[in-house]
């Protein structure tokens, strides 16, 4: 990515993008480990409270400025494309620098950089393509609406998909004709500046994208509070989205929330059970469970329950574990050895509700691992799904199976819990997927697969699992203000004034 950099340590951006200009930070010291060996990636001058005011700032110019509010959608839609063709370009280092960043393997941190290319590529005809209404007179004049840009967005990200997550919130914001800050994770800040270096290759002007990373409780927050920030579009824990739908209430201020969940995958008598179990082990272990949308609760028809179980046992044993750089890698370490630590102390507690481990439930022994933040994927039952360890959001590679005995039960007890975000059906009978499909209380459900995503289908939770809708057409929409226009027909004036 050599045209992308400007200063440099060993390779690594250093600075942060605020307001158009490569600058240090104001704030503490982030360092970035690669969770693989515990070696530090980088240490970047985090961003402090001026830099989220300068940020904002020259968000809120560039985006009032008639050359880019008033450019022509199909206009914007070159610089969005320009960035998709440069995402590619660089398709290999960012794969490299996201597995260093985060652990993930490099055949997922590839896909999740093909992911956010094509985000962007989507946009950009979506933008073309944005159309205003003509709506329905009911009198003497003609009416239409329109859909307008709301100014500065702040974009806050988790750390488990930092490129794909970026692209998902960046590319409309800025089709929509808005200015965005973009909040990195603590741990993961390195390839969202490098998206900030091709925007300013893609000749975004300066301005329109701000980097910012930092801790969520100081610039999260000052974001959140800001008040020239229009939208906060959030992806992250439900204790901190809560905090900012209470702040974005005061300030009669929209959000996007995608949170937590808990998302059940069923197994239905008559499913294929090898391509079940199959797409079980993919729904959880792939980003070694580190997805909102993890399968973590196995729903398993009570006759067939055996069967299913010691498949998954001995199919997860077999899952390789290690470096995300190694080929034939599937599940890497966890992104961070607190957050290790975290899973592990939660299985421990499975043990103490009652859960028999069958595979996993450990650090690993090999001696070449011992220095990542590695966690072997983890098959529970004996719990029921009253339990702990079944209600609360583990995100780690940590799976628990449970038999139903007939449809009625196995809706409730799928439902039964906070979230609402994901779901997977595994069936032969399109007739009862349907059915139950249409009874889950879920943003996504997925019919004989799983964990499959397309940026031209809607993306939502419900309950606890957020608030707001991403992707698709509606994804532009959801980074406007809706405004309604009336042009007057009549030849003769209102009569009211006689």
């Given amino acids: 990515m050599a045209e992308v950099r400007t200063p440099t340590r060993d390779g690594i951006p250093d600075e942060i993008l605020v307001g158009g200009e490569w600058v240090t930070g104001t704030g503490p010291v982030l360092e ?10 980088a ?7 001026a830099d989220v005011d300068r940020a904002v700032a020259a968000g809120l110019t560039a985006s009032a400025d008639p050359s880019w509010r008033d450019r022509p959608p ?12 440069l995402i590619e370009r660089y398709s290999d280092d960012l794969a490299r620098l996201q597995t260093r960043d985060t652990g993930k393997t490099l055949a997922e941190t590839t896909a999740l950089v093909a992911s956010a290319a094509g985000t962007f590529r989507f946009f950009a005809g979506s933008c073309e393509t944005f159309e205003s209404e003509v709506t329905p007179s009911r009198g003497q004049y003609l ?6 840009p709301i100014g500065v967005v702040a974009a806050i990200n988790p750390w488990n998909s930092p490129i794909a997550s970026d692209a998902q919130k960046v590319a409309p914001a800025l089709a929509a004709g808005n200015s965005v800050v973009l909040k990195p994770a603590e741990w993961t800040p390195l390839v969202s500046l490098a998206l900030g270096r091709i925007a300013t290759e893609a000749g975004l002007p300066a301005g329109l994208l701000s980097v910012l990373p930092g801790s969520g409780s100081e610039i999260g927050d000052a974001l959140v509070r800001h008040p020239d920030v229009g939208k906060v579009s959030f992806t992250g824990g439900t204790s901190t989205g809560r905090a900012i739908g209470r702040v974005a209430a005061e300030k009669i201020m929209p959000v996007a929330l995608e949170l937590g969940g808990k998302s059940p995958t069923i197994v239905f008598d008559d499913a294929d059970v090898e391509h079940a179990v199959a797409g079980i082990l993919y729904g959880i272990f792939s980003s070694s469970g580190q997805s909102c949308v993890a399968g973590s609760r196995i729903f398993v028809d009570q006759r067939m329950y055996t069967d299913v179980l010691d498949r998954l046992v001995e199919a997860t044993r077999a ?67 009253s339990a702990a360890t079944c209600q609360e959001e583990i995100f780690g590679p940590v799976a628990v199976v449970l038999p139903f005995t007939d449809e009625e039960e196995l809706v409730r007890e799928a439902n039964d819990t906070v979230y609402g975000l994901a779901c997977g059906i595994w069936t032969s009978d399109y007739r009862r997927a349907l059915r139950v499909a249409r009874r889950i209380e879920a943003g996504t459900v997925w019919i004989n697969t799983y964990k499959q995503l397309s940026v031209a289908t809607p993306f939502s939770g419900v309950k606890e699992s957020g608030l707001g809708t991403e992707k698709g057409r509606a994804g532009i929409r959801a980074y406007t203000r809706q405004k309604s226009l009336y042009f007057g027909l009549n030849e003769d004036p209102l009569p009211w004034a006689g």
């Fill in 74 to 85: 199909h206009q914007r839609a070159r610089i969005l494309a320009r960035m998709a063709d």
């Fill in 319 to 385: 899952l390789r574990v290690g470096s995300g750089t190694e080929p034939g890698v599937q599940v890497g370490p966890l992104v961070h050895h607190e957050h290790r630590d975290r899973v592990a102390q939660l299985v421990e507690r499975a043990r103490t509700e009652g859960g028999r481990v069958h595979c996993g439930g450990r650090i690993p022994d090999d001696p070449s691992l011992g220095a990542g933040a590695y966690y072997l994927p983890t098959i529970i039952d004996g719990l029921t799904n």
């Fill in 32 to 41: 970035s480990i690669d969770p693989a060996n515990g070696e530090p990636v």
């Fill in 43 to 49: 240490r970047i001058r985090s961003a402090g409270p």
């Fill in 143 to 148: 009416s239409m609406s329109v859909h307008e």
